[in-house]
């Protein structure tokens, strides 16, 4: 299998296809703003997730679920603005999808038009392959996701690893090889056994892009937040932590401030 790598002047879903067909594997963060998206695109970042984890990191809920349409709209649009490169594939929100396929429909047509991203992402299998297919009958590309599914974390309790037992297992496979068939243009995985994600990645043709799900498959995400270590809390075995921004703008601002009550800061140089 070849391992060259192609310059994409602008990621789209076939360049992932393409990706995967070619044995490289596919890098994606999150972003939910314009300066940040803009650092992330400018360094060669393959997908931008504008995730509704923006619940969690930018508002501070304990989970993804309060975050609204219109919220995730205006980060998205933000992240758009910002991106040369990078395809931008946006979370559906709890709520705007689940039940009613219409209203999957509506949120949809909503994200793509307000937004200007490039494809949608939902939780869940077979449960909302209705949803899905409406979806995708818009000609709006769509991304899955299975394993866990923090939409979903009332019905789980926990954020432990999913399909660890046998029934699990094959549920989720079986769901991978649904989203596929239906058209799904990619999957992302979230915190399952690496075997059972190197299966998945091994048994259908579109890219699966993993979360705590190992090396076995077609790519990689993380939280922006958490990989560059401006979040110090969250602490799971999958994160790798590439910076440690928190300690970093902490002396900072503590200097600023130092500086300021010393009247050291603005200095001759720095006034008119």
């Known amino acids: 299998m070849s391992t060259a790598k192609k310059d994409y002047k602008r990621i789209t879903t076939k360049s992932l296809f393409d990706m995967k067909a070619n044995g490289e594997k596919i890098s ?6 314009f300066t940040m998206a803009k650092i992330v695109d400018a360094a060669g970042i393959d997908v931008i997730l504008v995730g509704d984890s923006a619940s969690n990191v930018m508002a501070g809920h304990e989970t993804t679920l309060p975050i609204t349409l219109d919220q995730m709209i205006y980060h998205a649009s933000s992240v758009v603005r910002a991106c040369e490169r ?4 946006v979370d559906l929100p709890f709520g705007t999808y689940q039940s009613d396929p219409k209203e999957a429909l509506r949120s949809s047509i909503r994200i793509m038009k307000e937004s200007g991203g490039h494809a ?24 899955g996701h299975l394993g866990l599914t923090p939409q979903s974390i009332y019905k789980f309790g926990t954020y432990t690893v999913r399909a660890k037992e046998e029934a699990e297992a094959e549920k989720l496979v079986e769901d991978a090889k649904l989203l596929e068939r239906i058209g799904c243009f990619a999957l992302v995985l979230e ?7 190197q299966t998945v990645a091994e048994s259908i043709s579109i890219p699966v892009i993993g979360i705590g799900a190992g090396n076995g498959v077609d ?3 993380l939280v922006l937040h958490d990989m560059i270590g401006m979040t110090h809390e969250f602490s799971p075995r999958f994160l790798r932590r590439y910076m440690n921004l928190y300690e970093d703008m902490t002396k900072a601002i503590g200097q600023y401030v130092a500086d300021v009550k010393a009247v050291d800061f603005p200095n001759a140089n720095e006034q008119y």
């Open 28 to 33: 994606m963060l999150t972003a939910y703003d």
């Open 86 to 89: 990078a395809l931008v594939v």
């Open 120 to 143: 949608v992402k939902l939780e869940g299998g077979s449960e909302i392959k209705e949803s899905i297919k409406k979806i995708l009958n818009a000609g709006i590309p769509v991304m």
């Open 191 to 197: 915190k399952i056994p690496a075997k059972l994600a």
């Open 219 to 221: 790519g990689q995400v």
